[in-house]
């Protein structure tokens, strides 16, 4: 009897290990082969992502939130001073940047690259700045690799445009149809004939009854 129960403690016990070892093994096998995003890539549904990337600026400035901005600009704060008659340090002082011309705020030693870049920060410059220095300016002294994100981006332009005496204006929400517009690229011009045809035969009744002039703003 005594026997028999270490020989099925010892067979209990060997079971153990060996799911043990299992789990071990299969855990490390699929930890290594955890992609880098996850699920699987669906054509189409890609595609999607790239219109997302193509949505205004002013789809983003139209959530954005400056105390979230505010929490954002910490990466900055390295290199960057954007309260009142803050110093530059690495890089500019940016209190004041919004509206302001590019490379222009005194006593910085600014890059050529920017400084050959001319005009000054609106949203749409401030956004492609941030999601990559290096594109918009190639040569930039700024090295900082940029935020991917386009609504970290627009939370932290609405905080910049706080920290100066003469905030630029939000562009309004981009209308309903801005929104949609990215997602029916593919049916956009199917909807143009049609609103084609349709014309034609408001047209043709319009042709149809004695003169139609004063249809004509209705139809529109
Ligand atoms: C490693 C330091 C560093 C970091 C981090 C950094 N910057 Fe800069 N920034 C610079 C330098 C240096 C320049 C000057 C670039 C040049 O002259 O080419 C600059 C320039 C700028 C300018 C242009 C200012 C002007 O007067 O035209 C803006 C705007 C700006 N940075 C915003 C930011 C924001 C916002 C962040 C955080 C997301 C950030 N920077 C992160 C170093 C940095």
């Not at 209990?12 to 290990?17: D, K, N, Q, R, S």
């Not at 996850?38 to 990337?53: N, S």
């Not at 045809?197 to 009854?209: F, I, K, M």
Request: aromatic share 8%; glycine share 12%; with cysteine.
């Amino acid at each position: 009897m005594q026997d028999r129960n270490n020989t099925i403690a010892g067979w209990v016990l060997f079971a153990g290990i060996v799911a043990l070892g299992a789990t071990l093994v299969t855990g490390e096998a699929f930890h290594g082969e955890r992609p880098e995003e996850m699920g699987y890539p669906i054509e189409g549904v890609e595609a999607e992502g790239g219109a997302e990337a193509a949505k205004p600026v002013a789809f983003y400035l139209a959530s954005a939130d400056a105390a979230r901005g505010e929490n954002v600009f910490k990466k900055c704060a390295a290199c960057h001073n954007a309260a009142p008659g803050g110093a530059n340090a690495l890089g500019p002082a940016l209190y004041g940047t919004m509206g302001n011309a590019i490379a222009g705020h005194p006593g910085f030693a600014y890059s050529d690259a920017l400084k050959g870049v001319g005009g000054s920060w609106d949203w749409e410059k401030m956004d492609a700045w941030l999601a990559s220095p290096r594109n918009f300016a190639p040569g930039t002294k700024m090295t900082f690799a940029g935020l991917g994100n386009p609504q970290d981006r627009a939370d932290l332009m609405m905080y910049l445009n706080q920290q100066t005496a003469s905030p630029i204006a939000v562009p309004p929400p981009p209308a309903e149809e801005a929104n949609a517009d990215a997602e029916a690229t593919v049916g956009e011009d199917a909807e143009k004939a049609d609103d084609v045809e349709v014309l034609t035969e408001a047209e043709s009744e319009t042709g149809a009854g004695s003169s139609g002039g004063p249809e004509v703003p209705e139809a529109e």
